[in-house]
């Protein structure tokens, strides 16, 4: 079975500093996506960043990066420059066996409070 | 905006009753899926449809039944409503049934008492 692993529940950080959060998962598939998605109060679910398993380079969008260990099977996300608007709950998200075709297996999530 | 919609936002019922999800995915997804978030549970996956297909099972109560139809619309039909059916039902769709970002709704905030 697929697993997701956040092993903090929550996390607290000044503006502007710049936070990391963890996420293991396992499988045994090769080629595969993994995501993070935020939550904010308001509930909806946003996706914050993408990575391809098969590229070696990780991805970026804006002040959102991640840490992809192949290997090791981890998967951090590093806000920079973290803004109010950043607080929200953060979840990692792993496709089930087939791609996804089984839906994503979600992490329990990280509640990240960013204080001004 | 992510392009997926959902009605209703908020729906309040009592136990025993039949409720009735509805879910437009994006322009152009022909995948749609269906999950639960709730407190004790997390965020669960329920069903996947393709295409007007049912293309996957997860979690999803004999309760709870979906369907897909031509306009590619979903629905989630919850029967037999329980007090723990209480929770945050999101639609998520995207191009292909695989190996693609899902996209997410706004979600409907299902309570039961």
């Known amino acids: 079975a697929q697993t997701v692993t956040q092993s903090q529940p929550e996390m607290s950080v000044q503006e502007a500093e710049t936070v990391t959060l963890s996420c293991t998962y396992d499988?045994?598939?090769?080629?595969?996506?993994l995501f993070w998605y935020k939550q904010p109060p308001s509930r909806q679910m946003i996706l914050v960043i993408r990575?391809?398993?098969?590229?070696?380079q990780n991805a970026t969008e804006n002040r959102f990066s991640v840490n992809f260990q192949k290997a090791a099977k981890s998967f951090s996300l590093k806000i920079s420059d973290s803004q109010l608007g950043d607080t929200a709950m953060y979840f990692c998200a792993f496709p089930g066996p087939g791609g996804g075709a089984d839906g994503l297996t979600f992490g329990k999530g990280t509640h990240l409070i960013i204080q001004p | 905006d992510s392009g997926v919609t959902q009605t209703p936002k908020h729906l309040i019922t009592a136990t025993g009753q039949r409720v009735t999800l509805r879910c437009s995915p994006r322009s152009g997804d022909l995948s749609v899926y269906w999950y639960q978030q709730s407190l004790d549970q997390g965020l669960q996956f329920l069903i996947q449809?393709?295409?007007?297909?049912?293309?996957a099972k997860g979690n999803i109560l004999e309760r709870f039944s979906a369907q897909q139809f031509p306009d590619l619309h979903s629905e989630l039909n919850l029967s037999s409503l329980e007090l723990g059916d209480s929770a945050l039902y999101f639609c998520?769709?995207?191009?292909?049934?695989?190996?693609?970002?899902?996209?997410f709704g706004p979600g409907t905030r299902l309570t039961v008492l």
């Open positions: 998520a769709s995207s191009p292909r049934p695989a190996r693609d970002t899902q996209y």
């Open positions: 990575q391809e398993a098969y590229k070696q």
């Open positions: 499988t045994s598939e090769n080629n595969y996506y």
């Open positions: 449809y393709y295409n007007g297909e049912e293309r």
